[in-house]
């Protein structure tokens, strides 16, 4: 393997401070030859002091710099580069975490061997806090589920680490933990969309890759480990939620949105009074103020006509993989276990049968 590969880091405000240590030292022992690596941090909320840090504790690596916070754009900024020094592969890599020593070798090989394999993800373990899950890692994602009403989750969460056969092919989308994605095929669907800024950006470029044409693979011997932590944040929800929706109408042809118009009032409205005894009704307000503005649907008409424009195929036919159900432990409840998903799982199978 000669392929040159760009991995993208993307830094905000105390991450460096905290991981990236680990990370780089992990990075730094890669099999993979290192006259073939290009590593990028993308400082996001760049300061002075930040700057200097980064460069202090990552001499090697190549630092950008923006400082708006915008994740999607931050991705974009490296990937752009990384292009721009004739990187064939680029892999975007979450700082928190610590790569295996094939890790990014596994990356390059599952793409090499599987032409029509557009991005490959890692299979990706909860960094272990005792000794029982050193000797048993638990899986993070070994990929993600779309829900027909726009929620993600991961697939695989909580379980014991197994060993997994060839390449896995991945029916919702690739974690932006960690993913290997072609060069031409990056420029050819235009990257990230800006306009999620953070959330769900995994999510919307996966479902470009597959309109495409192209499919998402597991590398299951491309492992990390990944120190992650689920906290609830107004802005994380802002965000979650609007992006959501933005997928939803972005992607989603008329007759599908049409038929999904009563289950998603429903969830609105469970979700409204969520927010009511959740204590962040000013959120869920400061959503629907966003689809209140009509330059806001402007911007859409026109991302979706992008979306058509590289869709090779239906997306009815990536519809059908999607979840009835939402299934992932931190958010799991009675109502969502016994009454939400069961519906909502019954309803989605006889609208798969009619886009």
């Known amino acids: 393997m ?61 630092i950008l710099s923006r400082t708006d916070g915008n994740y999607s754009a931050a991705n974009n900024l490296g990937f752009s580069q ?53 000797q048993q890692p638990l899986i993070n994602s070994l990929g993600n589920i779309i829900h027909f009403l726009g929620f993600g989750f991961t697939d695989g969460y909580g379980q014991v680490n197994k060993e997994l056969g ?10 932006g933990c960690s993913f290997i994605i072609r060069s031409m095929l990056w420029q050819k669907i235009g990257g990230y969309e800006e306009e999620f800024y953070m959330y769900h950006d995994d999510l919307e470029l996966s479902l470009k890759v597959r309109l495409a044409g192209y499919k998402i693979i597991l590398a299951p011997l491309s492992k990390l480990y990944h120190k992650y932590e689920f906290k609830r944040s107004t802005k994380m929800l802002y965000y979650m939620e609007r992006n959501r929706y933005l997928t939803m109408l972005m992607f989603y042809p008329t007759r599908l949105l049409l038929f999904l118009f009563l289950p998603a009032l429903i969830m609105e409205l469970g979700l409204l009074l969520y927010s009511i005894f959740g204590l962040w009704l000013p959120t869920r307000l400061k959503v629907w103020l966003y689809f209140c503005r009509p330059k806001n649907y402007v911007r ?17 036919t990536l519809a059908k993989d999607f979840s009835g159900r939402i299934e992932f432990q931190e958010i799991n409840n009675l109502v969502l276990q016994y009454i939400v998903n069961p519906l909502f799982d019954i309803y989605w199978s006889l609208v798969k049968k009619n886009i």
């Open 2 to 62: 000669s392929k040159k590969v760009g991995v993208i880091l993307v830094n905000y405000k105390d991450y460096a401070t905290r991981f990236l240590t680990a990370c780089r030292d992990s990075l730094r022992a890669q099999s993979y030859a290192a006259e073939l690596t290009k590593i990028y941090i993308v400082d996001n909320a760049a300061t002075t002091e930040s700057q200097e840090y980064l460069k202090k504790i990552y001499p090697e690596a190549i």
């Open 82 to 134: 990384a292009i721009n020094d004739g990187c064939e592969y680029l892999v975007t890599l979450n700082m928190d975490t610590e790569v295996a020593p094939e890790w990014l070798a596994e990356l390059v090989k599952a793409l090499e061997i599987n032409f029509q394999a557009g991005i490959a993800q890692s299979k990706i373990l909860l960094y272990p806090k005792n000794d029982e899950q050193k």
């Open 166 to 175: 060839a390449y896995p092919e991945i029916n919702g989308y690739a974690s």
């Open 300 to 316: 859409i008409l026109l991302i979706r006509k992008k979306i058509k424009a590289i869709s090779v195929i239906k997306f009815s």
